[in-house]
């Protein structure tokens, strides 16, 4: 491979290169030969063995193999069944999905008539989120000229099939992009996760048998099949096939939406694409995989990126945000700033979701706030535990995982908070100490006059001094003082 | 529209699109045109991509250049949103980022005008199915 071009766009295959409002362009690359070579040439059976062939992995975070969910779908016996694509998109600081909606929709139009074909359905529903109006407006630019064209609607390639798409909109809740929670939200209950099994596949939607995939799963169909499924299988890893789109995010020079062949490694990925670490700081941390994931070191930049090594890693593929931190970043903040999020999120159903995860923020913010003692990170850990081997739905089971990936990469710092009181990033604000020094200042009085609680007192000409009880940490005299006199411990 | 009803007539638009597009950048077609697309996702968009856009159109109506601008996709460069392809007749596509006001100016007067470089050029970074 040119080494220049570590990326592969599939998923991303006409993303900045067709225009998407103009179905036309669609065509022009290719855009509905897959669909309509399966339903004029191809049995739903055939279809399906390529997909499986081709070792295609669901891109929504649990990568169960699309192909497989397919033919379970489709044996599943019912006078209705439904192609569900899943457009929640909840990880904060991912647009993966987004960016294929409003870029290429018609390549998710078409691969979910393909999957109509295979299971049975003929009818199919998009959930996606009311904060993306640009990809809700090209997505019904889309359905409106796919229906024109005959491509959607009765008797498609004069074949006898019938599909056509529904757009429901999701209030943008996290756990509403859980299966089994969204299809609540489309029925108009409360978006909250039930068991499995039943899987959607063989009880969804109003109680039929429903496919649920991912929009950058259903984007890479019409390429495999138009390519073919031993060329797909060429790319990747062993056991993770094709490629992975990531939003690449934090401190890095070129933040962007990349898509690489799986087992291209995190070095690569930071370095070589995203134009290594921002302001020449060093790097200190990765997470992948959103807040159920974890943080890694610079012990894993090698490691080739695919499902199950990050996983073995301590982290998750996820539906493929990926945020880089830099030395400047405190690792105990981070994973608190994880579980503010999934504490807003959790539906409340299961007590170790709502209440546990309640008390590892408590305890989180007890260590960042200068209040830790050593005991607290083993009972974070312990906590940690019940709440994975207790919860309902994924967002329970991989909460804690932000916080134990911490406390395993990164546990010199929890330390650092709880046994010397320093914060070794200086993010801590609560940690941190504003001092004057004596020889350095002139006694100007401007950072007294500009204290806004008044923590600063001195003659003027003679030295000021910093009363640290009433302190707030605002930084304000450390960026008034012309002289330096002001240090930050 | 007309319905789409078998293998050969969703060929025919495909080609029907490809030789519109092959023409338009060919030297020896006299109709031919520069062709600019302007990243128009969220991302871009967020970055004042309508305003490059808009400007684009003006000022290449007013200096009468025969130009098509359309909007297309995000190409992943979301750090040097706003970002713009322009391909000049026999030329190979450019990526242009930071395209604010000033910059527009720039490309239309040096690039698309006199075809010298600019500087502001994104190298692309990918390879896409067809390589
Ligand atoms: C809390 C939670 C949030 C999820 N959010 C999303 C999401 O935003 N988008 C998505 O495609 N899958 C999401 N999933 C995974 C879905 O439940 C489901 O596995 C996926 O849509 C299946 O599609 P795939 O096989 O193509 O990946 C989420 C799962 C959990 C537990
Ligand atoms: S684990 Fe949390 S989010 Fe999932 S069902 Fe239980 S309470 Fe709701
Ligand atoms: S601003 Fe600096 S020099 Fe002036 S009084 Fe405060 S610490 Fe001293």
Redo the contacts with the bound molecule.
Sequence with gaps: MNDNKKQLRIALRNCGFINPEIIDDYISRDGYMALGKCLTEHTPEETIKEIKDSGL????????P?GL?WEITRKSESDQKYV?C??????PG?FM?RSILEGDPHSVIEAMAICGYCIGADKGLVYIRAEYPLAIERLQIALSQAREYGLLGENIFRSGFNFDIEIRFGAGA?????????IHSMEGLRGE?TFKPPFPSVSGYLGKPTN???????ANIPAILNKGAAWFSSIGTEKSKGTKVFALAGKINNVGLIEVPMGTTLREVIYEIGGGIRDGKKFKSVQTGG??GGCLTTDFLDTPIDYDNLIDAGSMMG?GGMIVMDEDDCMVAIAKFYLEFTLE?SCGKCSPCRIGNKRLHEILDKITSGRGEFQDIERLQLLSQVIKDTSL???G??SPNPVLSTIANFEDEYLAHVNEGKCPAGQCKALLKYEIIEDLCTGCTLCFRNCPVGAISGERRQPHYIDQSLCIKCGVCYEKCKFNAITLS | MTRIKNLADLHKIKEEVQSKNRLRSSLDYPEHLVQIKVGMATCGIASGAKETMKYLNDELEQQAIDAVVTKTGCLGYCYAEPTIEVTLPGKEPVVFGYVDKAKVVEIIDVYIKRGEQVEGIIPLNFQTIDD
């Design positions: 992995r669901g891109r929504g975070g649990g990568g169960f699309t969910k569900v899943n457009a929640d998109e909840g990880d991912a999905d996290f756990v509403c992009g859980e299966e089994t929670a969204l996760p649920v995939n991912n929009v950058e799963t259903f807040p159920s539906s999120e739905c994924g967002l089971q991989t």
